[in-house]
C-alpha cells in the first residue's frame, strides 16, 4: 500500500509564488505527478516526473511549473511561479506503482 502526503499549498496573489510538497510511504514509485481540479472542472495533469527524471508538463503550466523528486526520501516537488487566477484549483498528488495512487489534496488559490 502507498500513501501520499502532501504539503504546501495557500493562497497567493498573481505573480506570486508556491511550492508544493508530497512524500511517499512504502514503495520507490515508478512515476510521480500532480494533477489540478478546478470547481466544475475535469481533473487535468498538471506535471509528471519519471524516476530517472524525465518529465511532462501541461501546455498552460509550461516555462511557470517545475515538477522534481527526491527518490531517496520518494518526494516529489512542484515549483509554481507567475501564478495565475486560472491556476486556481486542488492539487493532487499522484504516483504509480502498478496501480495509481491519490493523495489527498490541497488547495491552491491565487488572487487577482
Known amino acids: 500500500q502507498v500513501e501520499l502526503v502532501e504539503s504546501g499549498g495557500g493562497v497567493v496573489q498573481a505573480g506570486g509564488s508556491l511550492r508544493l510538497s508530497c512524500t511517499a510511504s512504502g514503495k520507490i514509485l515508478s512515476i510521480m505527478g500532480w494533477y489540478r481540479q478546478a470547481p466544475g472542472k475535469q481533473r487535468e495533469l498538471v506535471a509528471r516526473?519519471?524516476?530517472?527524471?524525465?518529465?511532462v508538463y501541461a501546455d498552460s503550466v509550461k516555462d511557470r511549473f517545475t515538477i522534481s523528486r527526491d527518490n531517496a526520501a520518494n518526494t516529489v516537488y512542484l515549483q509554481m511561479n507567475s501564478l495565475k487566477p486560472e491556476d486556481t484549483a486542488v492539487y493532487y498528488c499522484?504516483?504509480?506503482?502498478?496501480?495509481?495512487?491519490w493523495g489527498q489534496g490541497t488547495q491552491v488559490t491565487v488572487s487577482s
Open positions: 516526473i519519471f524516476r530517472a527524471a524525465n518529465t
Open positions: 499522484y504516483a504509480f506503482y502498478g496501480n495509481d495512487y
